[in-house]
């Protein structure tokens, strides 16, 4: 049996759809901090954090950026 979603796609293509947008505690696990220190960085000034509708979001390309200058000590 394949998997199929909404949009057509089915097996490893449905499953390899990553989000763009993250919650604060999605990014804050995705770096392996606390959320509070995820919410204080945000707090202040996290430039790349934008709202959708109620509720901030921050892009996964932001996040990926965040954790290349955390392994290179930057």
Request: proline share 5%.
């Amino acid at each position: 049996m394949t998997t199929t979603r909404g949009d057509g796609r089915t097996g490893e293509a449905a499953r390899a759809v990553q989000p763009l947008l993250l919650t604060i505690p999605e990014a804050a696990a995705a770096l392996a901090i606390g959320r509070t220190t995820a919410y204080e960085r945000v707090s202040s000034g996290g430039r790349d954090v934008g709202p959708v509708g109620r509720a901030a979001r921050v892009p996964a390309a932001a996040v990926s950026a965040v954790a290349a200058r955390k392994l290179v000590g930057a």
